[in-house]
């Protein structure tokens, strides 16, 4: 089952590293990472989207507390929550990507966010599913480039990851 492990993390040399080193070490595969400073400058947050039975995932959460420069861990799929990800699709601009562009912008709520006299940036974000979705309608003979972060979350409700003193 595919999870998403939020990570509080102090902000110290190495240890993003010894994090991904963590997950490497013991075969487990990550699907996604995506690492932003917080509110706190001293801690960042990584998202790490992984997949593995309950037991693997219980397993690879004890490691990371183990971690000295590991703050706090939650699993956001053990409840609910709310998951992003932003792609970005430069397309050629001609004739045959007007429909494309007007269905991304209008069916996918996606937003140019670029247009010059070459190409044309459209930004979507939503849930992986939606951007797959959005992937496969574009010609590839109309992209130029593709780009998508990683997936971010956060727990929905009052269940909140961050540092007591925040």
């Not at 979507?124 to 010609?139: C, F, M, N, Y």
């Amino acid at each position: 089952m595919r999870h998403i492990i939020s990570i509080l993390l102090e902000n110290e040399a190495g240890a993003l590293s010894r994090v991904s080193g963590l997950f490497s070490a013991r075969g487990y595969n990550i699907e996604s990472l995506t690492v932003a400073p917080t509110d706190d400058s001293t801690v960042s947050r990584i998202t790490v989207v992984t997949e593995g039975s309950d037991e693997v995932i219980l397993q690879i959460v004890n490691q990371l507390n183990k971690l000295v420069d590991v703050v706090k861990v939650l699993d956001l799929t053990a409840d609910e929550h709310i998951e992003r990800e932003v792609l970005l699709l430069k397309l050629h601009d001609n004739g045959a990507s007007k429909a494309v562009i007007e269905t991304l912008t209008n069916d996918y709520k996606g937003r140019v966010v670029s247009d010059s006299k070459d190409a044309i940036v459209v930004e979507i974000t939503g849930v992986g599913e939606k951007l797959d979705r959005a992937i496969q309608l574009v010609p590839s003979e109309i992209v130029f480039e593709l780009v998508r972060s990683g997936a971010l979350g956060i727990a929905a409700g009052k269940q909140i990851l961050k540092l007591e003193s925040m």
